[in-house]
C-alpha cells in the first residue's frame, strides 16, 4: 500500500458519515473531487499519469521519469523516483508512447554543458530525486518536493495554459531547464527552437516525429520574474535544443500556452485563460471544473474505496479526447495546413478502438455538447483525407488498431439524436469509409472475409468492421435508404464466414477457402496471427451485433451459454510471444483488453443473466483497486474506467448502435446521472453490497422489467430505476434458455 497524498488523508474526516448517506438534498454540496486520487494507475499496467490536468484540456502538465520502456508510455510510472522534468502533454493509458513534449526542470545547482553529450545523459546529471510521500496529488494539481535539491514544485492548469510555480531553497541557484530535445518514448525531434523575446518572455517550437508523424507545438512562456542569464544550445544533436534561464528570487512562476498552428495563437491561447499570476486561485478553479463534471453523477456507496475507485474512474474518462483548436478556432491540419473550427472546438486523441465500446456511449448521457463537437472533428478528419479517422493523435492519423470506429461513434449521435452536425455528410462519411479499401476492407467487402495469407490479424479486423457495418446499417434504417441498409446488414454478417462448425471458434481463412493451420484457440501471438492482442477463445464472442446470430451458430441457447461457460474456465492464454495487453485474466477471458468488455454480459442473451451478474460483480471488485496499482490493463483514454462506470450503475452498452444497455450487477446504493441540464436520472439499489451481487427484481419507475436491459430513451426521460438485490441468484429473473 502506498502513502496517499496529504489532501487524500484530510479529506478522510468527512466522509465517515457523507458516504452513506443518500443521494439527495443532504450531500450534494459534498466535494466528489475529495475521491478522486490520480495516482490510480500508475502502476501496473495501467500507463495513465499523476499530474494537472483540466476536463477535455488542452494541456496535461504532469511529471516524467524519463525512462523509456512500455510502462511509462504516459512519461511516468509509480516504481520510479528520478524526476527529468515537467512536460505539457501527455496520454492517459496508451499502449504506445509519444507527446511528453517542453520539458521544464527547475534546478538548484550550477548548470554546465558539456562537448558531445548525450541529451538524456545531460538531463540524469541534473535530475530530481523524489519518494512518493512527497508528492501531493488532486484534480487540477500536482506538487512534489526534490530529495536532492529542496525544491517544491506545484503544477496547475486552466482549460488553454499550464501554470508552474517553484520555490527554490535558501542558498543555492535557481535555474530552469527547458528541454525540446529530450525524447521519453518513440519521439525524435525534427526542428526546436527557443527565442528569448524579452526578459520574461520565451517562445518557440517543437516538430517531432514519432507515433504522431507530424506533431508540432509552438508555445509561449511568461515568467514572473526577469530572466538574469540564459544560455541556449543544442546537447545531444541537432534539433534537441537545451534552454538555461537564471532567476533572482526564490520563487518562481512560469505560465505556457501552445498552439499546433502558430507562436502568436500560443500566447493568444495564454493569456487568454491565464491573465494573472494566481497560481492558488487557478489551481482552485481547476478543481471547481472538475467538481462540475463529475457532479453530473452523484453516486451512495457503501465505503470511501468504492467512492474513489468510482469518481477516480470518472475523471480517467474526462481526460481524453483532449482540446486541440486553439482559442481563435485554428488548428494544424492532417496534410500541415491551418485550418479553422469555425462552429465549434476540435479535439484530438481519439483511441477509437478502445473507446467507442463504452466511453463514447457515456458521453452521450453526460457530454451531448462534447459528443456534437466530437463528431464535427471527425468529419472535418473526413473532408481532409476523404476518410474518417481510426487513431488520431494531433493531428496526425497513425492507423493505429483494426476497425473505423468513428463510424459506431458517429452512428449513436445520429440515431439518439445529438447535435447539430450535418448528418447527410455525416453518412456519406460513414459509407464511404465502410466502402474504402484499406486494411483488408475491400476483401471484406467482396469475398465476405479477408485472406488470412493477405492480412494479418484477418479475423480481428473483419469482426470489428462487421460491427461498423452494422451501424452504417441502423443510420441507414433511420434515413430511409433501404438498399444501403440491406446492403450493410448483410455485410454486418460476415463474422459468420470464419466459424468453423468442428473446433467451435472464428478461425483465420485462406484465399482457397482453407482454415490457417496449426490452431489452438489459446494461443496467441502479438504479430503474425489472425487475432489482434487476443487469441481464438476471445474473438470467438466479438459479434455485439448479432448475439442471436452468434447462438444459433453455437447450437442454441444452451450451447452457447456451455460454451461461454467455458471461456472463463480456459487455461488462460498460451505463446511466449502474447500481447502484454491480454492481462486481466479469468480464465481466457482479459478484462485488461476491450475487445472483451462486453463479453461478461451475453449470458443475458442465453437466460443465464445471474450469470453475468457474477461475473460482472467479480471484475469489478477484482479487477479495480484504489491504488497505484488498480487497473489489470492499461487504461486506453477512459475506456476501461468507462466499463466500471457503466458496471458499477447496472448496466452496460453491448452494442452501442442499438441504443440499450444489458443489465449487470450495480454496485452503487444510488446514483443521480445528469442527463440533461435539469433533468436526472435515477439508479436504485439499496441492498447492493459485496454479498448481495444479484438482482431478485428490477422495476422501471415502479413498474417491473422482464427484459435483461434498458433503451437509451429510457434513461434520457429521466425517472427511476430500481434494483432488489440478493446473495442468491434469481435464475428465472429474464427467462430460462
Avoid at 465517515?16 to 478522486?36: C, D, F, H, I, W
Avoid at 504506445?96 to 527547475?106: E, K, M, Q, V, W
Wanted: charged share 20%; glycine share 10%.
Amino acid at each position: 500500500m502506498y502513502k496517499k497524498s496529504l489532501f487524500l488523508w484530510v479529506a478522510l474526516l468527512p466522509v465517515t458519515l457523507s458516504a452513506v448517506m443518500p443521494v439527495g438534498k443532504s450531500n450534494r454540496t459534498e466535494k466528489l473531487t475529495q475521491y478522486v486520487d490520480p495516482m490510480i494507475g500508475t502502476g501496473g499496467h495501467g500507463h495513465t499519469y499523476p499530474g494537472a490536468a483540466f476536463p477535455f484540456g488542452q494541456i496535461q502538465l504532469s511529471p516524467d521519469n524519463g525512462t523509456q520502456g512500455w510502462d511509462w508510455c504516459s512519461g511516468y510510472h509509480y516504481s520510479d523516483s528520478i524526476l527529468s522534468g515537467f512536460s505539457h502533454l501527455h496520454l492517459s493509458g496508451t499502449g504506445i508512447g509519444d507527446l511528453a513534449d517542453l520539458s521544464f526542470l527547475p534546478v538548484a545547482q550550477k548548470v554546465t554543458f558539456q562537448a558531445g553529450e548525450k541529451n538524456g545523459d545531460f538531463v540524469q546529471r541534473f535530475a530530481g530525486k523524489y519518494s512518493h510521500s512527497q508528492e501531493v496529488v488532486r484534480p487540477g494539481y500536482y506538487a512534489v518536493t526534490l530529495r536532492n535539491s529542496g525544491i517544491k514544485a506545484e503544477l496547475t492548469v486552466t482549460e488553454r495554459a499550464g501554470m508552474h510555480r517553484y520555490t527554490f531553497p535558501e542558498g543555492g541557484e535557481h535555474n530552469l531547464i527547458i528541454n525540446l530535445g529530450f525524447a521519453i518514448n518513440w519521439d525524435k525531434p525534427i526542428e526546436t527552437s527557443l527565442q528569448v523575446v524579452n526578459q520574461q518572455l520565451v517562445t518557440g517550437v517543437r516538430w517531432s516525429k514519432g507515433w504522431a508523424d507530424d506533431q508540432r507545438v509552438y508555445f509561449a512562456v511568461r515568467f514572473s520574474q526577469p530572466i538574469l542569464g540564459s544560455t541556449i544550445q543544442d546537447v545531444g544533436g541537432a534539433h534537441h535544443t537545451v534552454g538555461l534561464f537564471h532567476f533572482g528570487g526564490r520563487q518562481l512562476m512560469a505560465k505556457v500556452g501552445i498552439s499546433s498552428v502558430s507562436v502568436a495563437n500560443a500566447l493568444a491561447n495564454l493569456d487568454g485563460s491565464l491573465p494573472g499570476w494566481a497560481f492558488d486561485a487557478t489551481a482552485k478553479a481547476a478543481s471547481e471544473a472538475w467538481e462540475g463534471e463529475l457532479s453530473k453523477i452523484r453516486i451512495e456507496a457503501t465505503d470511501r474505496e468504492q467512492k474513489v475507485i468510482f469518481y477516480t474512474a470518472l475523471y480517467h474518462t474526462l481526460v481524453a479526447p483532449a482540446l486541440f483548436s486553439d482559442a481563435n478556432g485554428e488548428f494544424k491540419g492532417v496534410k500541415g495546413d491551418t485550418r479553422k473550427a469555425s462552429d465549434y472546438r476540435r479535439y484530438t486523441v481519439f483511441s477509437l478502438w478502445d473507446t467507442y465500446r463504452a466511453l463514447h456511449t457515456l458521453f452521450t448521457l453526460i457530454q451531448q455538447p462534447r459528443v456534437n463537437e466530437m463528431v464535427k472533428t471527425m468529419l472535418d478528419h473526413y473532408r481532409q483525407t476523404g476518410v474518417l479517422p481510426v487513431w488520431e493523435l494531433e493531428g496526425n492519423e497513425t492507423w493505429c488498431m483494426v476497425g473505423n470506429h468513428s463510424i459506431s461513434v458517429i452512428a449513436e449521435a445520429i440515431l439518439k439524436g445529438i447535435g447539430d452536425f450535418d448528418v447527410p455528410l455525416a453518412y456519406e462519411a460513414m459509407k464511404a469509409t465502410s466502402l474504402a479499401d484499406r486494411d483488408g476492407m475491400g476483401y471484406h467487402d467482396k469475398l465476405g472475409y479477408i485472406p488470412a495469407e493477405k492480412i494479418p490479424q484477418s479475423v480481428a479486423k473483419s469482426e470489428e468492421i462487421a460491427i461498423d457495418d452494422w451501424a452504417v446499417a441502423a443510420v441507414a434504417r433511420k434515413l430511409g435508404k433501404r438498399e444501403d441498409a440491406a446492403y450493410f446488414e448483410k455485410r454486418a454478417l460476415n463474422y459468420r464466414n470464419y466459424f468453423d462448425k468442428e473446433s467451435g471458434f472464428m478461425r483465420g481463412k485462406r484465399s482457397d477457402g482453407q482454415w490457417t493451420t496449426p490452431f489452438d484457440p489459446l494461443y496467441s501471438k502479438h504479430e503474425g496471427s489472425d487475432y489482434t492482442e487476443g487469441n481464438g477463445w476471445q474473438y470467438l464472442w466479438l459479434v455485439p451485433q448479432d448475439v442471436d446470430g452468434l447462438i444459433t451458430l453455437l447450437g442454441g441457447k444452451t450451447a452457447f451459454a456451455d460454451k461461454l461457460e467455458g471461456l472463463f474456465l480456459a487455461e488462460g492464454v498460451k505463446g511466449a510471444e502474447a500481447s502484454p495487453d491480454i492481462s486481466g485474466l479469468i480464465g481466457s477471458y482479459a478484462h485488461g483488453n476491450e475487445p472483451g468488455h462486453h463479453t461478461t454480459f451475453l449470458f443475458n442473451y442465453a437466460g443465464k443473466a445471474w450469470r453475468t451478474q457474477e461475473l460482472n460483480r467479480q471484475i469489478q471488485e477484482t479487477m479495480y483497486h484504489a491504488n497505484p496499482d488498480g487497473l489489470c490493463g492499461n487504461e486506453d483514454c477512459g475506456q476501461m474506467s468507462a466499463w466500471y462506470i457503466f458496471s458499477a450503475l447496472g448496466f452496460y452498452p453491448v452494442n452501442p448502435s442499438d441504443l440499450t444497455y444489458q443489465f449487470g450487477s450495480p454496485r452503487v446504493k444510488e446514483a443521480r446521472i445528469q442527463v440533461a441540464p435539469d433533468k436526472w436520472f435515477t439508479v436504485k439499489a439499496p441492498a447492493a453490497s459485496r454479498e448481495n451481487k444479484y438482482i431478485r427484481e428490477v422495476k422501471l419507475n415502479g413498474s417491473p422489467l422482464h427484459r435483461s436491459y434498458l433503451t437509451h430513451q429510457e434513461i434520457m426521460s429521466g425517472g427511476t430505476l430500481e434494483f432488489t438485490m440478493d446473495a442468491t441468484p434469481n435464475k428465472a429473473l429474464f427467462g430460462k434458455p
